[in-house]
Nanobody, 115 residues
């Protein structure tokens, strides 16, 4: 079992920045792929970015060049640095830990970008 707690969301103006954090507890953090996903009102949850235990990265096209995912295995934490935020980035952002057998989700943190 892995428990995930996100933080760092909030209200920011267009063009601003936020950094989300997700702290994991329970099973060994380093064995999981970590990801950030988001869900806007009336839309399906979508991938934002993932990072493997070895540091391989994957980003949605809509955030490439603006968002950076990173992880600190010693702190059991994954981060999402979001720059040049746009109103269309407004969503609940969820942290996910997964491997071939299991998937765990955090409770989400709201990010609102005003125009």
């Amino acid at each position: 079992q892995v428990q995930l707690v996100e933080s760092g969301g909030g209200l920011v103006q267009s063009g601003g920045s936020l950094r989300l954090s997700c702290v994991a507890s329970g099973s060994s953090f380093s064995i999981y792929v970590m990801g950030w996903y988001r869900q806007a009102p009336g839309k399906q949850r979508e991938l934002v970015a993932t990072i493997t235990r070895f540091g391989s990265l994957n980003y949605a096209d809509s955030v490439k060049g603006r968002f950076t995912i990173s992880r600190d295995n010693a702190k059991n934490t994954v981060y999402l640095k979001m720059n040049m935020l746009k109103p269309e980035d407004t969503a609940v952002y969820y942290c996910k830990a997964f491997n071939n057998e299991y998937a765990y989700w955090g409770q989400g943190t709201q990010v609102t970008v005003s125009s």
